[in-house]
């Protein structure tokens, strides 16, 4: 169930009783009377069972850390939240530990293990790492870009939607003046792959584009009707007759008295 015999005194019988065997182990190897044989001794050890706890310490230590770089290889960084369980619990402990050992009070901290965790990147301070989580995160943005060809990663997307929703949240605080985490340099970076701050802005900009498509296959085919099986501009084009449709039922649509004056003028047929 745990992956290791470190019974914890504080659970009752079985680690009292684990705690014994080490006792009687010690007393066997001082040559004084004691109730383990070397049967036992096998047995336990047959089981991984260790005799100094201060050894098995370390090999968690060494395991937890293990843990740790892999989540370094999903995550692009080691910043896991308490969250998590286990893992999330010990980094938090690692940082205890190391504030400890700055202080000049008792820590399991030591240097090697500084040396471990700094060699994958690991951040003593929080404050330092969310600049490198913005980074991360911008990162992740760029390579959606790459392959979708915008910026506007919708919110089911997971984690990077709602960091894109949270930067134009931060970027309207910035602007009402109130406190936010947007900063100018993150301005900049942001727009320097095309983001943009509001979805309307970018939906209106979307539908001008496709309107050009239909008026260049105008052109091509001397009519609108598009078939829907042409792909993303048959899509939109049919996308487009049923929000009329809801439109003149009354019901909630994008389309508007604009939108229907601009197709009907390159004679767009609302119904086929």
């Known amino acids: 169930k745990h992956g290791h015999c470190n019974v914890p005194k504080s659970s009752g019988k079985l680690g009292i009783w684990a705690r014994t065997q080490r006792d ?12 383990i044989n070397e049967e036992r001794v096998q047995k ?3 089981i991984g069972f260790q005799w100094s706890l201060r050894v098995s310490n370390e090999d968690l230590w060494e395991s937890m850390f293990d843990e740790l770089k892999s ?8 910043i896991v939240p308490r969250s998590t369980g286990k893992l999330g619990k010990w980094v938090d402990n690692q940082r205890f530990q190391y504030r400890q050992l700055q ?5 399991s901290m030591t240097d090697e293990r500084i040396q471990k965790l700094e060699s994958i990147g690991f951040q003593w301070s929080l404050r330092v790492s969310n600049e490198d989580l913005w980074e991360s995160m911008f990162d992740e943005l760029k ?52 983001f943009q701050w509001s979805l309307r802005d970018w939906m209106k900009e979307l539908w001008e584009n496709m309107f050009d498509e239909l008026k260049s296959y105008k052109v091509k085919h001397g009519h609108c009707n598009v078939p829907k099986s042409s ?14 449709r809801l439109l003149h039922e009354g019901k909630r649509s994008f389309i508007n008295e604009e939108r229907v004056q601009k197709l009907e003028s390159i004679g767009f047929q609302w119904s086929l």
């Open 24 to 35: 009687q182990y010690r007393l066997l190897h001082e040559g004084k009377r004691s109730f």
């Open 143 to 194: 390579s959606y870009k790459a392959k979708h060809g915008h910026c506007n990663v919708p919110r089911s997307a997971g984690k990077l939607g709602t960091w894109v929703s949270n930067q134009r949240k931060q970027y309207r605080l910035l602007q009402e003046g109130k406190q936010s985490s947007m900063t100018g340099e993150r301005v900049k970076k942001l727009e320097s792959i095309g």
């Open 71 to 78: 989540y370094k290889d999903n995550h692009g960084h080691c």
């Open 103 to 107: 202080e000049g009070k008792q820590s």
């Open 231 to 244: 792909g993303k501009l048959g899509i939109w084009a049919r996308t487009q007759r049923d929000q009329y």
């Open 44 to 46: 336990l050890e047959s």
